[in-house]
């Protein structure tokens, strides 16, 4: 003889908590899903009738292991409108006492259904914080007040409630749909009996407005009405204001299109042939060579006397006194460089800064500037890897550097690094063999050679840092010795 | 001439917004009128319509004005073109968007203008508007602003503080196509502000880690847009400037917009049907070089000019001049290489490899995971399956080419 069925009796059609209590009692006494008859409300209990019994009371202490996602996934899967939801979950919780791993086997018959379902809930969920639209009503106290009707495909109105609270908690607002709706007064959410279609008001003053930018924002010289019907089912249409126009605008657009496409050229209204004529009296139109630093800084903004301004940000210009005594050259700015527009304000810029005042120069009365104006990279991935300017490159861009001395003067240039070595005296050989050395450039001016900081930055181990940290100090130190006023006071 | 109404400003402003692609109301941060204002913000961000054009609508878009001292060829409000103007007030603008947002039309606003008497002014009316949703309404939800490349530091860092996102569009991929259809616009001009962007944001971001109270800036970053058919750029020139786009500015998005015929058009442009196979192609490119692990120069076929297939997607032509690398075998394969199966997206691979920790798959257990089996089945060896010699056939990129269809008309 068959076992005799037993009555599971939820409060409401996605009543989680009362699921979960009785389906724990149930699984602990180890009831077949098939005895169970899950049946929502004081409806006339079906398969069971008259045989049905009540479920047992757990023993205590008894204990019901499921992994955290079950949780997140049965209270979604309690939301659809599929009558065998509860059951389902059952029969899951019951295979997950034996197979701890199961939710992980989405092609198991009952996971992809059960996770299916949730897509399913999750979906309408999102969709109805899309598409409930709310006319405005005269509130109680007179004020303002809006209701909305909606339509949902499963039993979320009560899950959904958050969402409508959380944006607009200062309005009082009811959500009105065939099962349950949803009453905020301002303070309190009220969950309601269902309403009709008819206890919602059918129309709102702004209702015209939305259209009308609904209208115009369409571009009609492009249709893809399947794209549009993926994300905006038929099914919610008939709640929509706006679906209205859908079948007007897609019967007006080709015709708009090709208006669009016969139409001649007209001639420019004259209000534009005024504004062309200011321009052109406006323009500067000077080819001529920089007659001071503020045009050459100009002027390199357009810089394109080599290819590396297609990849780069901005040219990056030297800065500081124009009448600074020591003119620091490094050899290209780097990705932060690049972004701000500044030399020497990056990694290897901090270290510059803190070294300078270790060897007791004062940063601010120095010109730094580069050798090549351009950021010189290759992307990998996310990030910029910076690449060394080839011969090319330095010597295109010489041009700015001789200028920035041309007006600078420095009494003394210092080269930070072979690129900047090889810009200002063409020589390629080793940077070794120049430093701690007192050089000159061709018109005399004093030159010191010393390393890039950036290669300071990229020596791996403590101690090496710290020696070649100690010998830049030292180069440094030098400057303060060849030309005092760089002392910091 | 007669005072415009609000309805027409917002069909003239409306209609003179729509070429911009952006809608997105996504990545910031998570707020909510609990404790006073109007408006949230959810992670993902909320397409409230659609229109037939395929394009959601998530935030109300319009200028504040289509008046422009501009003249890109490329555009419906450049200045010698004979469209009507209109110029919505401040005000106009906030009564529209909170009116809309009330009734659960919009995630928020995305604004944007033609230039008018200066950059600054025009930056300062944008920045006007949203100061006046978020100080004077308290309005949280969305807000984009376009920004004016050459604007004053001090209104980027207002807009910034007031906008969730911030965008300056590219409009072409290269400089020689700037000059010669948006002779106004210095391309350089918006790089240099694009970089000051990405360097603000990411300070921003730095300073929120350790203190709560630091002001935001554009906490969802910055966006641009680039419009493909209306100058000659291959393909590859346009993803070759996205993947410098992306890699120096930290881009969110860079959004592709098939240049459709605008009215009163110039004639330096080409009056045809909007490229939108092109677009999608684009699109499908862009995220194979962010979220799949491609190259630019692996997804472009030497033998095409620069040009990705119209009748494949591309990593389907990746395949098919790879076939050497498949059929491969969906219980051993790594992730990189599962990515690069045709007909596997990122959430399938992550479903594949959660769920083979468990058992080995079959195909009908990967058919249960990807969402087509039609182009997979021939890539890919699973318990009990191998793909027949079509994969080896000349045939096969004929078989998986979608029929050419005759196109209706609704």
Partial sequence: MAQSGILARLDHPADFEGWRRQARALALAEVAPARIDWQIGTEAS?????????????????????????????????CHRDNGRFDLLYRLLLRLQREPT???????????????????????LHKMTAFVRFREVVGPDGGEAFVAWFEPEHHIVERVSRFFVERFAAIRWSILTPLRSLHWDGTTLHLGEGASRADAPDDDAVEGYWRTYYANIFNSA???IKAMKAEMPEKYWRNLPEAELIAPLIAAAGKRAQEMVAKAPTLPPERHLRQMQRLREAEPGSTEAPASWEQAWQAAKDCSRCGLCQQATQTVFGEGPLAAPVMFVGEQPGDQEDLAGRPFVGPAGQVFDAVMGEAGLDRSRAYVTNAVKHFKFTVRGKRRIHERPHAGEIAACRFWLGLEREFVRPKLVVALGATALHALTGYTGSLASMRERDLALEDGTALLATVHPSCLLRLPDETARERETARFRADLARVGLLVPEMRAA | MAQLTVMEKLEILSDAAKYDASCASSSTTRRNSLKGGLGSTTGSGICHSYAPDGRCISLLKILLTNYCSYDCVF????????????????????DLTLSFYKRNYIEGLFLSSGIIRSPDYTMAELVRVAQTLREIHCFRGYIHLKLIPSANADLVAQAGLYADRVSINVELPTEVSMEHFAPEKRPREISAAMGGLKLRIEESKAERATSR??????????????????????????LQRSVQLYGSFGLKRVYYSAFSPIPDSSVQLPLSEPPLMREHRLYQADWLTRFYGFEVGEILDDGAGGMLDLAIDPKLAWA????????VDVNRADRETLLRVPGLGTKSVARILETRRFRRLRLEDVGKIARSMATLRHFVVAEGWRPGVLLDSERLKQHLAPKPQQLALL
């Fill in chain 2, 75 to 94: 555009c419906i409000n450049r200045s010698s073109s004979n469209v009507r103007r209109a110029r919505f007030s401040v005000a106009e603008v906030v």
């Fill in chain 1, 222 to 224: 492009r249709l893809k």
């Fill in chain 2, 213 to 238: 109270r630091a002001p935001v800036f554009s906490p969802a970053g910055q966006s641009t847009q680039m419009i493909v058919g209306a100058d000659g750029a291959s393909d590859a020139t346009i």
């Fill in chain 1, 102 to 124: 199961l939710l992980h086997a989405v092609t198991d018959e009952d996971v992809h259904r059960a996770r299916a379902m949730a897509k399913s809930v999750r979906r309408d």
């Fill in chain 1, 46 to 78: 079906g398969l069971f009738a008259g045989l049905a019994e009540r479920p047992p009371v757990p023993a205590n202490g008894a204990e019901l292991r499921v992994p955290r996602d079950f949780f997140e996934l049965a209270q979604a899967v309690v």
């Fill in chain 2, 320 to 327: 098919l001049r790879h076939r050497a690398r498949f059929p």
